[in-house]
């Protein structure tokens, strides 16, 4: 049963506008969400993470937007760049733990 | 600060046989968690290490092991290689600031023939 979903494996986006990425979980236990960032032939890269607590957290062009009653947490990029172009993979984590269950990740690809 | 570091990058094994994978941690970091990833399967944590103990294991089969020394390099091991093992397989490491940030190494690529 997959506990952290993102539902669309792609994204395209010109460069400039926006990029949203969107990811929903089931578990009520998560309280920590975090995006990574993956180009091929490396490991993830984190990006920003949220914390439960909050609805909102902003880094850059980077943010995370959470809405825990509807258990759904996006990422949006403003404004996106080429050099965004990667898999994006959201993931949760039970409080107190350090295991990371993970989306199956959204490809963005940002064309000029 | 160096990354994460993961010895071998790549390697090719045959059924049957058995791998063991090397990671060292950021400097300071003391918790060591291990991933599977496959193209079907997406990202799936195998299990955790802090202070030489498994903290937390997720499900896969006891073919699957690990620990960790006291420096916190940490190696995972898998044994009677099938087919399905081919993945890549990454370490992350944290700092347990609370924070639950992970940092990932390169991961090293295995091929099972």
């Known amino acids: 049963d997959q506990q952290v979903k993102q539902n669309s494996p792609s994204l395209s986006v010109q460069e400039g506008r926006i990029s949203i990425l969107n990811c929903d979980y089931t578990n009520s236990m998560f309280d920590y969400f975090l995006w990574y960032k993956k180009y091929p032939a490396e490991g993830p890269t984190f990006l920003i993470s949220i914390s439960s607590i909050k609805d909102k957290n902003e880094d850059g062009r980077f943010t995370v937007f959470l809405n825990k009653s509807a258990k759904h947490l996006s990422l949006h990029i403003v404004p996106s760049q080429p050099g965004d172009s990667a898999v994006y993979f959201c993931?949760?984590?039970?409080?107190?733990?350090?295991?990371?269950?993970f989306g199956t990740g959204t490809r963005l690809q940002v064309f000029p | 600060k160096a990354g994460v570091t993961q010895t071998p990058r790549y390697l090719i094994k045959t059924r049957g046989q058995q791998v063991t994978l090397s990671c060292s941690p950021i400097s300071g970091h003391r918790s060591v968690s291990w991933y599977q990833q496959t193209p079907g399967q997406g990202l799936q944590f195998l299990f955790e290490?802090?202070?030489?103990?498994?903290?937390n294991k997720g499900n896969f089969p006891g073919r699957f092991s690990g620990r960790q020394f006291s420096n916190s390099r940490s190696e995972m091991n898998v044994s009677t290689l099938e087919l399905g093992d081919s993945a890549l397989y990454l370490c992350?490491?944290?700092?347990?600031?609370?924070?639950?940030?992970?940092?990932f190494g390169p991961g090293t690529r295995l091929t099972v023939t």
């Open positions: 993931a949760a984590s039970e409080h107190n733990t350090d295991k990371l269950i």
């Open positions: 992350a490491s944290s700092l347990e600031d609370g924070s639950y940030e992970q940092y």
């Open positions: 290490y802090f202070s030489e103990t498994q903290r």
